[in-house]
């Protein structure tokens, strides 16, 4: 049996009940964290669940999940993941595999950092593509993220831009920036309007509407978003103006 558990965008207390459960029934507890930063602490999450918790590598994931579940044949198996299980579409690999390998397997879900920007006021159904600025590097420089959030500006359609997972909003303000500079589609200008949040579902979450040029000199640190607003109904703006 393998259990796919989501830890939620908080700390060790997000983790659902259910999957407390499932962890305290299993014979061996995995916790994944290079796809998200989680700020839960390790050592709470292991008292909470009465055993030790093993750190799985991206490879463990990716290149030897047969491994993982092979273990899940015989054994039953819990494996963490920081937020939801199947927000991003790698753990859908661990799925595939156990469904070719005949291992039964159960998803455990949680909160999500795609349903926690709702706390901006922007409704959920008006966003479009989401997309993750990645830094430059390099021999590697993609900027098809700037494109899919100029897709969803022509559609009318909010952006959420998901960031690096070190990444601080000002690093990604400066290279959408970089990007708008060589592609001049319009989309950015140091006086537009973006929303950058940061911590949301920790208790401590910050949430900014500013200038692209203010959100420059204050950066919030990871984990964090940034949004860029489409077309607002009346109260989404209203809300926005709240904060």
């Known amino acids: 049996m393998l259990y796919l558990i989501g830890l939620g965008i ?7 009940v259910r999957g407390l459960e499932a962890c305290r029934a ?13 700020p839960g602490s390790l050592k709470k999450l292991e008292k909470a669940v009465g055993k030790k918790i093993n750190m ?12 993982l579940v092979n273990l899940a044949k015989k054994k039953k198996v819990s494996v963490l993941v920081a937020g939801d299980p199947l927000s991003a579409t790698t753990h859908l690999n661990v799925l595939m595999e156990a469904k070719e390998q005949k291992v039964r397997t159960e998803v455990i879900h949680s909160s999500s950092i795609l349903t926690a920007v709702a706390e901006t006021g922007l409704s959920l159904y008006n966003f479009g593509r989401t997309v993750t600025v990645v830094a430059p590097a390099k ?11 100029v897709a969803n500006s022509n559609q009318g359609m909010h952006t959420l831009f998901l960031l690096d997972i070190d990444m601080d909003t000002s690093q990604a303000m ?12 319009k989309l950015f200008s140091s006086d537009t309007r973006l929303i950058a949040c940061s911590g949301l579902g920790s208790g401590k979450s910050v949430i900014r ?26 109260t989404e703006e209203e809300y926005l103006k709240s904060l």
């Open 10 to 16: 908080g700390n060790e207390g997000d983790i659902p």
């Open 209 to 234: 509407y500013r200038m692209a040029i203010d959100l420059l000199k204050r950066p919030l640190g990871p984990p964090a978003v940034l949004i860029l607003p489409g077309k607002m109904h009346f």
């Open 56 to 67: 799985l590598q991206r490879s463990d994931i990716e290149e030897h999940v047969s491994k």
């Open 174 to 185: 400066e290279v959408l920036l970089m990007i708008e500079k060589e592609k001049k589609k």
């Open 26 to 38: 299993s014979d061996h507890v995995f916790l994944e964290l290079y796809t998200a930063r989680w």
């Open 139 to 149: 021999d590697y420089a993609p900027t098809s993220f700037y494109d899919y959030a």
